[in-house]
């Protein structure tokens, strides 16, 4: 499968921003997805992550409550609105596919990675 993740660019702090995640290939609607990001010098993390059916999420703590994952399988389209941006939500951001049903988050365990798109969060 082949992502190409969009919706990145310069926000404000307290703002909102949606990625996008348009898949390809296989039949999207049997991979579990991701968002990670990561920033200069750290290692890169599961934001949120989401089954085949959308029917369960993962969100790290750092983004609960400000951050949705959500998908259209009819689509093939993965996505992540973010609201109440904070300048450490800086980081490129990627999409990631898991050939299996269940949510995971280690990033080792996906098999097919989008190319990121840059998400920078001024104070």
């Known amino acids: 499968v082949q992502l190409q993740a969009s919706g990145g660019g310069l926000g404000k702090a307290g703002g909102s921003l949606r990625l996008s995640c348009a898949a390809s290939g296989r039949t999207f609607g049997s991979y579990a997805m991701g968002w990670f990001r990561q920033a200069p010098g750290k290692e890169r993390e599961c934001v949120a992550a989401?089954?085949?059916?959308?029917?369960?999420?993962y969100y790290a703590d750092s983004v609960k409550g400000r951050f949705t994952i959500s998908r259209d399988n009819a689509k093939n389209t993965l996505y992540l609105q973010m609201n109440s941006l904070k300048p450490e939500d800086t980081a490129v951001y990627y999409c990631?596919?898991?050939?299996?049903?269940?949510?995971?988050?280690?990033?080792?365990?996906?098999?097919?990675w989008g190319q990121g798109t840059q998400v920078t969060v001024s104070s």
């Open positions: 990631a596919a898991r050939a299996s049903i269940v949510v995971n988050t280690t990033p080792s365990r996906y098999d097919y």
């Open positions: 989401i089954n085949w059916s959308g029917g369960s999420t």
